[in-house]
């Protein structure tokens, strides 16, 4: 994939093993603030060569891509699709996506989601895109919106968080043609 310069100055590339360090910190940095995804901190298994694994995985399967966002050389994003591993589901690609918190709101998820979709449009495996995001997270419905994702279920008090407050999942898809 070619990398693509976003008017925004984000740059959109593959990402390498030597990204794998950066791309922990920032997954560490946004677990951290508590709010996005079901994992807390203290629940996430990966280190440093469990990224490098799945940054090599990507890059040898025909349905899954992992993909970087760069600011002036700073790692501010980056965007999984991750491939049905099974002839039922190979052509559906699982997207997960987070931009730190200091570049959010300035066009960097837009360049990735950009990419991703771009990506899977000229991959003749991937049919279809999906992914689950918390009801109340509406910048990233919007984002999703507003590349075609639209809603395909919803999961009621699917979630419950330490407070005892509850959370809703919201299933959303966009069919690649
Ligand atoms: C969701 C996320 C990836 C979006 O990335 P971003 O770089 O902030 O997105 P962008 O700046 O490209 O904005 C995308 C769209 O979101 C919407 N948006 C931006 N800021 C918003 C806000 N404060 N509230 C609601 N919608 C907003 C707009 O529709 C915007 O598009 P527009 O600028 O063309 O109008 C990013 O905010 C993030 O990483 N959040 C925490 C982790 C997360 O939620 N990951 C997704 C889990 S499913």
Do not use: C
Not at 54 to 71: G, K, P
Not at 152 to 166: I, N, P
């Amino acid at each position: 994939m070619e990398p693509a310069l976003h008017p925004s100055g984000v740059r959109v590339e593959v990402a390498v093993p030597g990204d794998a360090p950066a791309i922990l910190a920032l997954h560490r940095r946004v677990l951290a603030e508590g709010e996005w995804f079901i994992t807390e901190p203290d629940e996430f298994p990966e280190g440093v060569e469990s990224k490098v694994a799945v940054i090599r995985d990507a890059a040898r399967s025909e349905n899954s891509v992992f993909l970087v966002a760069r600011q002036q050389h700073a790692l501010v994003g980056w965007a999984q699709v991750v491939g049905g591993g099974r002839r039922r589901t190979r052509h559906v690609g699982r997207l997960e996506m987070m931009v730190d918190a200091r570049a959010r709101g300035t066009g960097v998820g837009s360049a990735l989601l950009a990419a991703a979709v771009a990506w899977a449009e000229k991959n003749p495996a991937v049919h279809k895109l999906s992914l689950n995001v918390f009801a109340h997270n509406a910048r990233a419905v919007a984002l999703y919106r507003k590349f075609g994702f639209e809603e395909e279920g919803r999961r009621l008090r699917e979630y419950r968080f330490a407070d005892g407050s509850w959370r809703d999942d919201i299933l959303m898809a966009r069919p690649v043609s």
